[in-house]
């Protein structure tokens, strides 16, 4: 695998009523209002485009991403020089609201992995819950782009 992806989530209420707003805005289009019809087709497909990176390693290019459907739209650009791959960990919060209010919030574990240059840029490349995984694609990372690892998951930082 030498295409990494990282694309951020999309909430599923946010996809329904993208998808809802996208078929109400085609029937309106084909029946009443073409002007009305594409204004909320294109507010639904902005609802469920997301934003994100992309990585090849074999031409050693990346290019930051809007994705709508799976298409992936971005200007490929040379990588910088990367000095290192971080294994990061954090929270999440996902929060569920309803009539305007947030009736609870959820957090769970998530690691990043971001390719750092000119000392502290950096893109993130890679979006996880398995520490396993990250720490594979870490190493892909490492040998693909010959740079170190550092593992930021536990409270002290370490070299790998």
């Known amino acids: 695998m030498n295409t990494f992806v990282y694309l951020k ?3 599923l209420f946010k996809k329904i009523l993208a998808v809802v ?9 084909l029946t009443d209002s073409i002007f009305a019809g594409l204004t909320l087709s294109i507010i639904g497909l ?3 485009s997301t934003e994100g990176s992309e990585i090849n390693l074999t ?5 930051v991403i809007k994705s709508v459907f799976g298409i992936n739209f971005g200007k490929w650009k040379p990588c910088p020089e990367f000095e290192y791959v971080s294994v990061f960990k954090t929270k999440e919060s996902t929060e569920v609201n309803a009539y305007g209010a947030t009736m609870a919030t959820f957090k769970s574990d998530i690691i990043f992995l971001n390719l750092f240059y000119n000392r502290n840029k950096h893109i993130t490349f890679y979006k996880t ?6 720490f594979k694609v870490a190493e892909h990372f490492k040998l693909a782009l010959d740079i170190d690892i550092l593992d930021t998951t536990e409270s002290e930082s370490k070299w790998l």
Do not use: H, P, Q, V
Not at 59 to 63: A, P
Not at 129 to 134: H, L, Q, R
């Open 9 to 11: 989530e999309i909430l």
């Open 46 to 48: 902005n609802l469920i």
């Open 129 to 134: 819950n398995d520490k396993i995984d990250a």
């Open 59 to 63: 031409n050693k290019t990346y290019r």
């Open 21 to 29: 707003l996208m078929s109400a805005g085609i029937g309106i289009f």
